[in-house]
């Protein structure tokens, strides 16, 4: 008496494993991971460190005043530019607001490089108090503590 092999079972309804069959066209976010005064460490994307907001049909890099084309690749020769990394420096984050760097861009607006926005001057001090903006610092913390370089 023969016991039947176990049967294979077929592989007709399993369909190939998701992560790898999607082969990123979008390449994934870049992140910038910052090191702070108090060697406390937050993890921004990387659009956001260098002042690039993303537009309906453009990018604009907020520190150049210079409009990108929604093109990744332009966007990465943007950020590599002497001239960017120029203006780049003429914006250092602001001391006061320690982790919450921010970048006055001129007497009425600064941007806020954790959520990737501008925020006017009048309304800094409501934009870094508001639940919005602590929660992407938390994120940025949090991302920290999982986030490895590749
Ligand atoms: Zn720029
Ligand atoms: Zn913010």
């Known amino acids: 008496m023969s016991v039947p092999a176990l049967r294979q079972p077929k592989r007709s309804k399993k369909t190939t494993p998701p992560k790898k069959s999607i082969t990123c066209r979008k390449p994934e976010k870049e992140y910038v991971i910052l090191t702070l005064k108090d060697d406390k460490k937050l993890v921004v994307t990387s659009d ?7 537009m309906e049909s453009m990018y604009l890099c907020v520190l150049c005043e210079t409009e990108i084309d929604l093109d990744d690749k332009c966007k ?3 950020k590599n530019l002497e001239s960017h990394l ?9 001391e006061g607001f ?6 006055q861009l001129n007497k009425n607006s600064c941007y806020c490089t954790i959520c990737n926005v501008m925020v006017s001057t009048n309304f ?8 919005a903006h602590k929660q992407e610092l938390e994120r940025a913390g949090i991302r920290a503590s999982v986030y490895k370089p590749k």
């Open 48 to 54: 956001g460190y260098h002042g690039i907001i993303k």
């Open 124 to 131: 800094l001090m409501r934009h870094v108090e508001g639940e």
């Open 86 to 94: 120029k203006t780049f420096e003429k914006f250092p984050h602001l």
């Open 98 to 103: 320690v982790e919450n760097l921010v970048r």
């Open 76 to 78: 990465a020769e943007h």
